[in-house]
């Protein structure tokens, strides 16, 4: 009896030991799930570093550049800053001569090669308004008449940084520049670094003037350690009252939400009196009027 039950056990242990022995040798031999299914996505950044690319020719690019973080919304206790520039000055000394009666801190952006620069440069200066260069750039739609010193897309980068410090000459004491027109210009990622770059070794701020939405000209100034702001309000796209001091009253709003916020107008008559009548409401957003120099980044 016992050696017919010992035969049955003994066949039952090498069924189990193949059985084993089967189930190694299929597991070992297969790919696994994840061979099948290929490797884990490289991290866009490892270590810190991002990874480099490569043109379709197989030739290394330079790592993609981040474009400069915004401001952010200001935190308690932070106070609030408008600056507001008035464009286009040079042509006339009556726009300057009103700036100057509002006794307010505001920006002058005057215009290089016009027929009062420097002499609007000069009261400017003598009334103790901040004064910038207002530099010429190629707009996408050709002008009816082209700005003297105008630097447009045609130039080498030789001619470019020459025609950027001729204009600087033309606004002696200058701060700081931004553009005039320039749709363009700022929306080339090749010609606005010499432009910055001149600006940055002269060691002056720059405002985008945002005459499009395809404008570098801000993320760029950042990415070479230029101060840099950029426009948030046209202030005087209308020209009537009441919407100048509806834009008005929105530059103090996004001052007062996110901090600091850039205003643009230019010298008409009902800019100036609306500027007169209107400015005094930034005490009522709790906003303080500054120079562009103070409000840059």
């Known amino acids: 009896m016992r050696r017919s039950l010992s035969l049955p ?6 069924g189990v030991i193949a059985l084993a022995v089967f189930l190694l040798l299929d597991r070992g031999g297969r790919p696994s799930r994840r061979a099948l299914t290929g490797p884990s996505p490289i991290p866009s950044e490892t270590k810190g570093k991002t990874p480099g690319r490569e043109s379709p020719g197989g030739k290394p690019l330079a790592p993609a550049r981040k474009p400069a973080a915004r401001p952010q919304p200001r935190t308690p206790g932070e106070p609030a800053r408008a600056a507001i520039i008035m464009d286009d000055l040079g042509n006339s000394l009556e726009p300057l001569r009103a700036l100057c009666a509002l006794g307010r801190r505001i920006t002058a952006s005057v215009l ?6 420097l002499p609007s440069v000069k009261a400017a200066h003598e009334c103790g308004l901040e004064v910038m260069l207002h530099l010429p750039l190629e707009s996408l739609v050709k002008p009816a008449r082209t700005p003297g010193g105008m630097i447009s897309s045609g130039m080498s980068r030789d001619e470019v940084r020459a025609g950027v410090l001729a204009c600087l000459e033309q606004i ?15 929306e080339d990622g090749v010609l606005m670094p010499v ?11 720059f405002v985008d003037s945002r005459t499009t939405s ?10 070479l350690g230029v101060p840099a702001a950029e426009r948030h309000v046209f202030l005087d796209g209308v020209l009537e009252d009441g919407a ?7 530059l103090f709003r ?15 008559a009902e800019t100036l009196a609306a500027l007169r009548n209107y400015l005094g409401l930034a ?5 303080t009027l500054v120079f562009a120099s103070e409000i840059v980044e």
Do not use: M, Q
Not at 283 to 287: D, F, K, L, Q
């Open 195 to 205: 432009i910055l770059e001149v600006v940055r070794d002269k060691g002056l701020y």
């Open 254 to 268: 996004k001052a007062r939400d996110a901090g600091r916020a850039v205003g643009i107008c230019h010298p008409k």
């Open 112 to 117: 290089p090669f016009a027929a009062e620069t």
């Open 244 to 250: 100048i001091k509806g834009r008005i009253e929105e």
């Open 283 to 287: 005490e009522a957003y709790g906003v």
């Open 214 to 223: 395809s404008s570098v000209a801000y993320e760029t100034a950042r990415s």
């Open 9 to 14: 056990l003994a066949f039952l242990a090498v």
């Open 172 to 186: 002696p004491g200058c701060r700081g520049v931004n553009n005039h027109a320039g749709s363009k210009v700022t």
